[in-house]
């Protein structure tokens, strides 16, 4: 039985009820094609209830209070880490920020940073001209 609810209406309801703050393409694919999926993901971008992160990544927004511009709820840390964890690449703190939270080092990180370990990331994340680094085990072999 086909539902009565739009594509729109059905993706609406998907975003508002879940937990997370991360909302990846993947999630709809069986709502409707890629093209409609695409236009309405668009759209959310559009009138304010979704913000780009990456390809095929987005985090749910809010207004901004200083500049009127939809901004996510959360900051890029803690979203890249969300959807690393959903797209189910195991990925630890940099090795700055490893150092500066157990005190080896007085330099506070700038850029975050994730180490993947053995894998390789080519995914960018980023949120105006603030993104995400990767760090992996091949440049520390000798």
Not at 6 to 34: A, H, N, P, Y
């Amino acid at each position: 039985m086909k539902s009565s609810l739009s594509i729109k209406d059905r993706m609406i309801r998907s975003v508002t009820m879940r937990r997370s703050e991360i909302v990846l393409r993947s999630d709809f694919e069986r709502m409707g094609s890629q093209s409609q999926i695409s236009r309405v993901l668009s759209e959310f971008v559009r009138e304010g209830r979704l913000v780009r992160i990456g390809h095929g990544v987005f985090a749910k927004a809010r207004m901004s209070s200083l500049s009127g511009k939809p901004v996510p709820r959360q900051p890029l840390e803690v979203l890249a880490a969300e959807t690393l964890r959903r797209l189910n690449i195991e990925a630890s703190g940099g090795q700055a920020e490893v150092e500066y939270a157990t005190g080896k080092s007085t330099q506070v990180p700038v850029q975050t940073t994730f180490n993947t370990g053995q894998r390789r990331i080519s995914r960018k994340l980023m949120l105006g001209k603030r993104s995400i680094r990767y760090e992996n085990d091949y440049s520390t072999r000798a």
